[in-house]
């Protein structure tokens, strides 16, 4: 039986393919291309990134399986099952196995499966959208025999079983990842692939830079720092208009037209609400915030209030910005970074002052913290990031498809910043010498066979189409 949510995937997919047909131009067919010229609008350089093999991630969910590890050390799995007995407790635990949604839309949809609301399914981490992941999750107050009968095409729930207490945000050990890199042409270009081979090897012994990357400024537009600084100004009205209308950097121009045309609706809110609800699952945030709008002109604040999960991530990009740009200028500048540099949403004034010049450029130096009062969820705390970091590189192949391999990352470390320095990733139009087979990754390193998984998201494991 079709969910909901899968309808409007379909329904969106064919309006997309209609308009499609219309306006081809609106929809260009673009590979993008992660190299240092691309990076440096979010701060990165990585050495010798142009000497690296060009690697196509994500092809198909499948390509990419993460799998939490708790703090206890436990490893959840997408595959198998753990034999955990019932304790006391009115708590029900389960390993949360999903394809295609983040963390946050699962939970949305577990809450409407499960008849209660989210703030009862806890959970450690966010997992990415495009993967197969595994993570343990908590459900209070939720009868175990409901929970038993849980059924959607993009999740499932194993492990499950009876406890007390709840699962604590980011209270995870890391994650373990088995991933495939697509390469195409470069897999015949020996000195490319001799490099990925010598920077994996490097990696191991030495770290990698700990830059924050692409997804932490939202993926594909890549600009939600913009509506941080915004509303670290204390400019809301300004952070809702640059979410429904800002151009984002690998948005189709399909998109980027349309915002345009929904943001000249304004102030109508009505007009607008209408105009985005065409596209449900492309504008689901901008859809919250405009449904406040209509019953409450004016209140911006408010409106940003209904998608603080959101705020709370603009916000960290502003922090995220600032800091890689001032561990890429020691790079650049051939100095050695210190071990550590804090992040700047602090209370203490002197995790401040090493981005002076980047916070003076945008308007927000000293940073007036009042301005976050709305968002109860953001925590100013001092914070200290490591910028080298360590990889536990499991295992590694190269497969006739590309790169193949699994490693160990703590939390709050991007696969992606780990990937970048040993391939240069791509995204957006395939090349057409990529390989678009299903390779089970797990059984292509001897560290398992997911072929049941692979079968029960058989229609979500699919290439995107645009």
């Not at 350089?45 to 050390?73: M, N, Q, T, Y």
Request: glycine share 8%; charged share 30%; net charge negative.
């Amino acid at each position: 039986m079709q969910s909901d949510r899968m309808k409007q995937m379909a329904e969106e997919r064919a309006r997309l393919e209609e308009e499609k047909v219309k306006n081809p131009s609106l929809f260009p067919a673009t590979t993008w291309s992660d190299d240092n010229h691309s990076l440096e609008t979010l701060g990165i350089h990585i050495p010798e990134k142009d000497l690296l093999p060009r690697g196509f991630l994500k092809l198909l969910p499948s390509d990419f399986i993460v799998e939490e590890v708790a703090v206890d050390g436990r490893q959840t799995s997408v595959d198998g099952h753990q034999d955990i007995a019932d304790s006391a407790g009115d708590t029900v635990y389960a390993t949360l196995v999903k394809c295609g949604l983040s963390t946050l839309e699962a939970v949305d949809e577990l809450a409407k499966l499960l008849g209660t609301t989210k703030d009862k399914i806890q959970y450690a981490g966010i997992k990415d959208k495009d993967a197969i992941t595994s993570q343990e999750i908590s459900m209070r107050g939720i009868p175990k025999d409901r929970v038993l009968e849980v059924s959607s095409p993009h999740l499932f729930l194993k492990d499950v079983r009876t406890g007390k207490g709840v699962i604590q945000k980011g209270g995870l050990k890391g994650n373990r990842f088995t991933i495939l890199v697509r390469i195409g042409e470069d897999t015949s270009d020996t000195r490319r692939m001799k490099k990925a081979v010598e920077q994996i090897e490097y990696l191991k012994e030495n770290g990698f830079y700990n830059f924050f990357y692409l997804q932490r400024f939202g993926t594909p537009r890549l600009n939600n720092y913009k509506w941080g600084i915004s509303i670290l100004k204390g400019d809301y009205e300004k952070a809702v208009r640059g979410l429904i209308s800002d151009p984002g950097l690998r948005e189709i121009p399909y998109f980027l037209e349309m915002r345009k045309g929904i943001i000249a609706l304004a102030p109508d809110w009505a007009a607008v609400l209408l105009k985005l609800k065409e596209f449900p699952l492309v504008f689901p945030s901008e859809i919250k915030v405009v449904e406040h709008l209509v019953q409450k002109p004016g209140d911006f604040a408010g409106a940003l209030q209904k998608i603080e999960d959101q705020v709370m991530l603009w916000v960290s990009a502003v922090s995220s910005l600032v800091y890689n740009r001032k561990l890429s200028a020691y790079i650049m500048a051939g100095v050695k970074p210190p071990r550590t540099l804090p992040l700047f949403l602090s209370p203490d004034r002197n995790d401040w002052l090493p981005y002076a010049d980047d916070l003076e450029g945008v308007g927000i130096f000293p940073p007036d913290f009042n301005n976050l009062r709305y968002f109860r969820s953001i925590m100013l705390k001092h914070r200290e990031i490591e910028t080298v970091d360590q990889a536990e590189i499991h295992k590694a192949d190269i497969i006739s498809e590309g790169i193949v391999i699994q490693f160990t990352l703590g939390k709050g470390e991007y696969a992606t910043t780990f990937l970048s320095h040993f391939v240069t990733l791509l995204g957006g139009k395939i090349p057409e010498d990529m390989s678009g087979n299903i390779v089970d990754v797990k059984k292509a390193l001897g560290e398992g066979d997911t072929s049941n998984v692979l079968e029960t998201f058989k229609e979500l494991n699919v290439t995107k189409k645009i």
